[in-house]
């Protein structure tokens, strides 16, 4: 049996344990939560060292990448990194660039989502290049909010470009700053602060990372979409609770709830037996076809 770990700085009140094949091979995948202790992470990290076919890093992007592809390394991700010596340490970098882009041109496809005309608020665009590149793509109109919701700056990007010249402005300064400043983690990433709201109310779909999602929405979502994943089954209630339409989670359905991206990069990486960094497109999409990959779609 293989086993994936991701290790999250993330609230340990949403750890998950699953034993489930993937690709006909078992696995067991297991999230365990730090609180956002960064010193308690980097010790789990170097337990599972050499234990663990694969280790996530959770509640943190090891990098962040602009549309143009530069990539700027978060020093407390690296940090994080660097305490495992033999088990290949992944961030879900490479599903959220290679499979989300594809899985949401084939969710179009198939016209379980619509994104031609419609505004999009991506929470996020350095944490998801594959969405802030797909959804102009596919004719939306995006709103890029990391200014918005990561800075604090009262300024929505509305253009890769401007993603571009802020991100080369403002990551240099921030990926040295602590976790904790950056993202919701711990406790926090448990309760809802509503922050810059017409940007939500604006939105047709509300798509990126779960956390920040729910950090910073208003009480009212009525009738919007939202495309995402790292759901748990209290989350769909409270969404349900909003009034969300419709909710998109790109990352397989694990027993009514999904994984994040990094736990789902550990199981394609394990599968293929490759280090992360020589992993290339063709094998993701081999690799995810295998599995039997396919976005939950659920009706609110």
């Known amino acids: 049996m293989k086993r994936v770990v991701s290790v999250s700085l993330g609230s340990?009140?949403?750890?998950?344990?699953?034993?489930?094949?993937?690709?006909?091979?078992?696995?067991?995948?297991?999230?365990?939560?730090?609180?956002?202790?960064?010193?308690?992470?980097?010790?789990?990290?170097?337990?599972?060292?050499?234990?663990?076919?694969?280790?996530?890093?959770?509640g943190v992007d090891r990098y962040l990448v602009l549309p143009n592809g530069r990539k700027y390394e978060l020093r407390d991700a690296a940090r994080?990194?660097?305490?495992?010596?033999?088990?290949?340490?992944v961030d879900g970098g490479g599903i959220k660039q290679i499979l989300e882009p594809v899985l949401i041109r084939g969710l179009v496809d198939e016209r379980a989502l619509e994104v031609s005309?419609?505004?999009?608020?991506?929470?996020?665009g350095v944490d998801r290049p594959g969405m802030a590149r797909i959804f102009p793509e596919l004719g939306a109109d995006v709103v890029y909010g990391d200014l918005l919701y990561a800075v604090g700056v009262p300024m929505p990007l509305r253009r890769p470009?401007?993603?571009?010249v802020m991100g080369s402005l403002f990551l240099p300064l921030l990926r040295r700053l602590p976790m904790s400043v950056l993202y919701p983690t711990g406790a926090s990433q448990e309760t809802t602060h509503t922050k810059y709201p017409r940007y939500f109310e604006q939105a047709d779909i509300v798509a990126g990372d779960f956390v920040l999602i729910r950090r910073y929405m208003p009480d009212s979502m009525k009738g919007k979409v939202i495309v995402t994943n790292t759901t748990r089954?209290?989350?769909?209630?409270d969404l349900r609770r909003r009034g969300v339409a419709r909710l998109i989670t790109?990352?397989?359905?694990?027993?009514?709830?999904?994984?994040?991206?990094?736990?789902?990069?550990?199981?394609?990486?394990?599968?293929?037996?490759?280090?992360?960094?020589?992993?290339?497109?063709?094998?993701?999409?081999?690799?995810?076809?295998?599995m039997n990959w396919h976005p939950a779609v659920t009706d609110l």
């Not at 005309?117 to 996020?124: A, F, N, P, Q, W």
């Not at 470009?161 to 571009?164: A, E, I, R, S, Y």
């Open 233 to 237: 089954a209290r989350d769909v209630e």
């Open 161 to 164: 470009w401007q993603l571009v």
């Open 12 to 58: 340990s009140q949403r750890n998950k344990s699953v034993e489930m094949p993937f690709a006909g091979t078992p696995f067991h995948v297991e999230r365990v939560g730090t609180d956002g202790d960064v010193r308690k992470a980097e010790s789990l990290i170097a337990q599972y060292d050499g234990k663990v076919d694969a280790i996530g890093l959770g």
């Open 250 to 290: 790109l990352t397989p359905s694990v027993e009514g709830e999904s994984f994040g991206a990094n736990v789902m990069e550990g199981v394609v990486v394990a599968l293929s037996g490759k280090q992360p960094e020589d992993l290339t497109q063709e094998d993701y999409l081999t690799i995810a076809d295998k």
């Open 117 to 124: 005309g419609k505004r999009v608020l991506l929470v996020s």
């Open 80 to 89: 994080m990194a660097r305490n495992a010596r033999q088990t290949p340490v």
